[in-house]
Nanobody
Framework: LQLVESGGGHAQPGGSLRLSCAAF????????ISWFHQAPGKERKGVACINNTGGLTIYSDSAKGRFTASRDNAKNTVYLQMGSLKAEDTGHYYC???????????????????WGQGTEVTVSS
């Protein structure tokens, strides 16, 4: 299962970015997708999950009210709209499949996760 993240870049505090997670060689509509953030020198943490239909989303406390996960299954792509960005949002963002639905465990990385290259976000003035 190959997922490719894109859309990162530089934003000013308070700004916004939209990240994309595209699936290749498999249908994304069978899977819930979680987004993870790894700040420089820190562990990877889950920030959002969206279930396979887009009807259920869950967010970490840090992302709630600022980030929105969405998906376009026709385009085989999941998005993370990031707003009200803060310096602490800086880092790499990754997506991964987490089954068909989301739960609290969906925001927890596991030792057997296989990660892609991610996309880098820098928030600074």
């Amino acid at each position: 299962l190959q997922l490719v993240e894109s859309g990162g870049g530089h934003a000013q505090p308070g700004g916004s970015l939209r990240l994309s997670c595209a699936a290749f060689a498999f249908r994304l509509d069978r899977y819930a997708i979680s987004w993870f953030h790894q700040a420089p020198g820190k562990e990877r943490k889950g920030v959002a999950c969206i279930n396979n239909t887009g009807g259920l989303t869950i967010y970490s406390d840090s992302a709630k009210g600022r980030f929105t996960a969405s998906r376009d299954n026709a385009k085989n792509t999941v998005y993370l709209q990031m707003g009200s960005l803060k310096a602490e949002d800086t880092g790499h963002y990754y997506c991964k499949t987490v089954g068909a639905t989301c739960s609290g465990a969906s925001l927890e990385p596991t030792p057997w996760d296989a990660w892609g290259q991610g996309t880098e976000v820098t928030v600074s003035s």
